[in-house]
């Protein structure tokens, strides 16, 4: 016995040694695919699996709250072309992190949710397991493709699936449930080597049909006032040179959507941005690179596109957008690198440019407008209001092109879109498609993990108070981000009163509050800012440290206007109004 024993030992040893588990192949998966950054919340069951993921090198984020690490994910799948992924607990965790998920299959964006989930057999049975949901049912109608892993040796294939469809098509969202008892299952580790994939070509180029470029350039060339309106498909696309030649080989004037803006600069010659509503109204043959006509184009049709008969080319991805709004004449189905490259090789081979009348009117317009905004960007008002202070951070924008922005609130969201002119791709990042708020504080930190960019985040105060708490995730991180809180001391405007006089308005906040006291809270550099020179100083000098900082800037809580430029969308009583 005695001498078997030392020798049943050693064998046990070698056996644990070539054995692998959940954990580890998870881990491996990532890595063997690139996928180097997580986005999390821990708890049971995956606290473990954020060390042994940070101790293999992999970079995991911890947030305050799952919906936050989950906009931190999206856009870095909008920055990146990988799915971002959010790591978080079952149930509770997991609903914190659907918003993201879901907010990340409408904007396109590709992302990974991963959950824990409670035992399989309790949860279907439903007998009351810690945290029981069944994740996966749920997920499913709000993302592109919901998968469940159930054993270890699965795991490669279900990591190279989620892959595969968040990046692949039109990008999107997509759920990987994660029950607890698989990430502890053991194999053998040589098998679980081999069972790992590595995506070959995730997002294959789709070549667009030659008939169908060849439509859209007859289209094109019939046009006597061409628009091209670029949306964020073609931000994410990140073929910035071709669409660059493509606009200025064309002559064609362009409207930026709002997170397209800076694929060209914005004072580009061609840019019609200024001079939106002309654009619209008056185009004849509109071409859509990367948007979609929804309700941020009103649906393609009423008082926003004229009495003029418009005719549509749309380049997408995704088939099924064709005609999802209004007749489309001329589609054309690909991805718009494919796409633009064919086009241009199309315009190479012979074209006219639109007629001067068209683009010197647009121009005349656009300059018309700059000018007459221009006096109103310079005020030094004291409270400020929303122009004088956003005029500061455009100069400051300019000066810093590759600073990103991210952005949100009403008239916050609204007023600088319009004001602060972008010089590079890929650099305004905002509500995007649902205009939500809460993505300030997740997309800061995502955006400046990605790029090692400094960040400045534009918030109104009610926008700023969803994800407030992850200032000391920018904090703990040391990230350089710098917040300015535009405090008008409510949502829209900070007059609202209670006619009853019983409670504050529903749409007020405490007045005076103090949000740079929150970035102090935890380390960071709180600023409060009254005028456009201060707004300017505090900005500058946080840009020039790269330390989290936050500057409540002071505007007069009457300065807001309902809902921003989107007061139309509020339906209206009948009562009130008797
Ligand atoms: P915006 O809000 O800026 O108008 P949308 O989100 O409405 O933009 O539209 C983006 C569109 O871009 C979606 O219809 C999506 O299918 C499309 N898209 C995304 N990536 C690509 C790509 N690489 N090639 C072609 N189309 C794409
Ligand atoms: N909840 C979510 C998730 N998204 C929303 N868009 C809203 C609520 C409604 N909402 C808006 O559409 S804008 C806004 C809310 C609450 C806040 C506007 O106030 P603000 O900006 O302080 O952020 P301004 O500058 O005061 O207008
Ligand atoms: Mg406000």
Known sequence: ???????????????????????????????????????????????????????????????????????????????????????????????????????????????????????????????????????????????????????????????????????????????????????????????????????????????????????????????????????KGAAYAQADADIKALVEKSGIPYLPMSMAKGLLPDDHPQSAGAARSLALKEADVVMLIGARLNWLLSHGKGKTWGTEPKKFIQIDIEPKEMDSNVEIVAPVVGDIGSCVSALLEGIAKGWTPPPAAWTDAIREKVSTNVSKMAPRLQNNNSPMDFHGALGALKTIIKQRPDAILVNEGANTLDFARSVIDMHKPRKRLDVGTWGVMGIGMGQAIGAAVETGHPVLAIEGDSAFGFSGMEVETICRYNLPICVVVFNNGGIYRGTDVDPTGRDPGTTVFVKDARYDKMMEAFGGVGVTATSPDELTRAVNEAMDSGRPTLVNAIIDPLAGTESGRIGNLNPQSVVSKK
């Not at 945290?131 to 054993?151: G, N, S, T, W, Y």
């Not at 040796?153 to 692949?168: F, L, N, P, T, Y």
């Open 1 to 231: 016995m005695s001498a078997t024993a030392p020798s049943v030992d050693v064998k046990t040893d070698e056996a644990a040694q070539d054995l692998t588990d959940g954990f580890h192949l998870l881990i491996d998966a990532l890595k063997l695919n690139d996928i180097n950054t997580i986005y999390n919340v821990p708890g049971i069951p995956i606290t473990d699996l954020g060390r042994y993921m940070q101790a293999a090198g992999l970079r995991v984020l911890s947030f305050r709250h799952e919906q936050h690490a989950g906009y931190a994910a999206a856009i870095a799948g909008f920055l990146t072309k990988k799915p971002g992924v959010c790591l978080t607990v079952s149930a509770p965790g997991f609903l914190n992190g659907l918003t993201a998920l879901a907010h990340a299959q409408t904007n396109c964006y590709p992302m990974i949710l991963m959950s824990g989930s409670s035992e399989r057999e309790i949860v279907d049975l439903q007998q009351g397991d810690y945290e029981e949901m069944d994740q996966l049912a749920i997920a499913k109608p709000l993302c592109k493709a919901a998968f469940r892993v159930l054993h270890a040796e699965d795991i490669g294939i279900a990591v190279a699936r989620a892959i595969r469809a968040a990046v692949s098509g039109r990008p999107g969202g997509v759920y990987l449930d994660l029950p607890a008892a698989l990430l502890g299952q053991a194999m053998d580790a040589a098998k679980g080597a081999q069972s790992l994939v590595k995506v070959i070509d995730p997002a294959p180029a789709q070549i667009p049909s030659a008939d169908s470029i060849a439509r859209a350039l007859d289209v094109l060339k019939g046009a006597k006032r061409p628009l091209i309106i670029l949306g």
